[in-house]
């Protein structure tokens, strides 16, 4: 683990006064109880309001809703897995036996996860400077790479907004089937539109992402029911 946790230091830039706060960042539950999920939420925190503050200085005529849309395809965990992958963070890793068969050094949700915990654990060892530091260093080129006018709204905004315009009740989302293992869930959910005959059913690895693509096919319906009119 000392190999591990010294080549994490040298990715991140930054150097831990207390190493053990680093070993825990890269321990997930399936290898110890001493593992890294209170040091996630800790950084999942930590992250939030240093995406949210320097959106607000570097956009300083973005709306609430844009500023909003922008810090959450930063902190999503697609974007945060992307990063994790470029510090080859899975290598670096305490997992179970369990995990490691079945590739969990690869999957975006521990992936993301470790990545906040390190957050977390450089907040608690150097503070809110040195932390803010690390995420800006480490999301600088996705950073660099957004706009408030050329992010594109998700499904589930522009389906309400699509329906506020027409003054329609807002869609309702009922989750209908959760199966697979633990660390490995599908969900299904069902978007009713009121004027719709069906409800739209989307699929996802997350409840959040079933939603959006099921509000993405019913968001297709609506439109093609006002082409055919």
Known sequence: MKRKTETLQQQINYRFQKPALVER????????????ERLEFLGDAVLGLVVAADLVERFPKATEGQLSRLRASLVKGQTLAAVAKTLELGDMLALGS??????????????????EAVFGAVYLDGG????????????????????????????????????????????????LETTGAAHKQTFKVACEVDGMAEPTVGTGNSRRAAEQEAAAQALDALHEGNRKK
């Open 25 to 36: 960042a890269l321990t997930h539950r399936s290898a110890n109880s001493k593992h890294n």
């Open 98 to 115: 369990g995990e490691l068969k079945s590739g969990g050094f690869r999957r975006d949700s521990i992936l993301a996860g470790a990545l």
């Open 128 to 175: 809110l400077d040195a932390v803010r530091d690390v995420i800006l260093r480490l999301l600088q080129d996705k950073i660099q790479g957004i706009s408030p006018d050329a992010l594109e709204k998700d499904p589930k905004t522009q389906l309400q907004e699509y329906l506020q315009a027409l003054k329609r009740p807002l869609p309702i989302y009922t989750l």
